[in-house]
T-cell receptor, first 111, second 114 residues
Framework: RKEVEQDPGPFNVPEGATVAFNCTYSNSASQSFFWYRQDCRKEPKLLMSVYSSGNEDGRFTAQLNRASQYISLLIRDSKLSDSATYLCVVNNYTGFQKLVFGTGTRLLVSP | NAGVTQTPKFRILKIGQSMTLQCAQDMNHNYMYWYRQDPGMGLKLIYYSVGAGITDKGEVPNGYNVSRSTTEDFPLRLELAAPSQTSVYFC?????????????FGPGTRLTVL
């Protein structure tokens, strides 16, 4: 079983739609969680951290369920510029930040 | 600030050749990391460094070596290149290594070994 599992997609949605991505992780000791965004042939960039209480940043909402070892990302009012691959990332801290990356979920937003 | 820079952007190597991938950061970050990303796979940690003079192995270190003589630079050395090392290599850095520290990535080096 992969440490971090994501649906690879692609998710094809029209502009203005709401879309949700899910991610599961296998290590119950994982300490912190992130969503990174990666554009085609570019480097990953931090989209948002995911806190236990859930957090929101504009059109983006992240949720964490530690009991089910499940992370989600909700994007409201999708824009063309949201088209990218979204990487679910888990930190298995062992004295340093050991990030474990999912394979990513691809989102395509069309006009 | 330039952030994290990597050179070269692209490289084709023949089997058995060697090369060094360069990485530099100007953010005075203590922590630096090398990852590889294969098609359809998540990024895998090759080596990391917690400061000048200190490096350690990550998940997939075989076939690679690193050094960290300064805070700014963290080169990755490939000895005896093999087709299995065809990948995109990302260097990253972070100020600290706490739970929610952001890692900043360089633009990557696309390496093909033929």
């Amino acid at each position: 079983r992969k440490e971090v599992e994501q649906d690879p997609g692609p998710f094809n949605v029209p502009e203005g739609a709401t879309v949700a991505f899910n991610c599961t992780y296998s290590n119950s000791a994982s300490q912190s969680f992130f969503w990174y965004r990666q554009d085609c042939r570019k480097e990953p960039k931090l989209l948002m951290s995911v806190y236990s209480s859930g957090n929101e940043d504009g059109r983006f909402t992240a949720q964490l369920n530690r009991a089910s070892q499940y992370i989600s990302l909700l994007i409201r009012d999708s824009k063309l510029s949201d088209s990218a691959t979204y990487l679910c990332v888990v930190n298995n801290y062992t004295g340093f930040q050991k990030l474990v990356f999912g394979t990513g979920t691809r989102l395509l937003v069309s006009p | 600030n330039a952030g994290v820079t990597q050179t070269p952007k692209f490289r084709i190597l023949k089997i058995g050749q060697s090369m060094t991938l360069q990485c530099a950061q100007d953010m005075n970050h203590n922590y630096m990391y090398w990852y590889r990303q294969d098609p359809g796979m998540g990024l895998k940690l090759i080596y990391y460094s917690v400061g000048a003079g200190i490096t350690d192995k990550g998940e997939v270190p075989n076939g690679y070596n690193v050094s960290r003589s300064t805070t700014e630079d963290f080169p990755l050395r490939l000895e005896l290149a093999a087709p299995s090392q065809t990948s995109v290599y990302f260097c990253a850095s972070s100020y600290d290594s706490g739970d929610y520290n952001e890692q900043f990535f360089g633009p990557g080096t696309r390496l093909t070994v033929l």
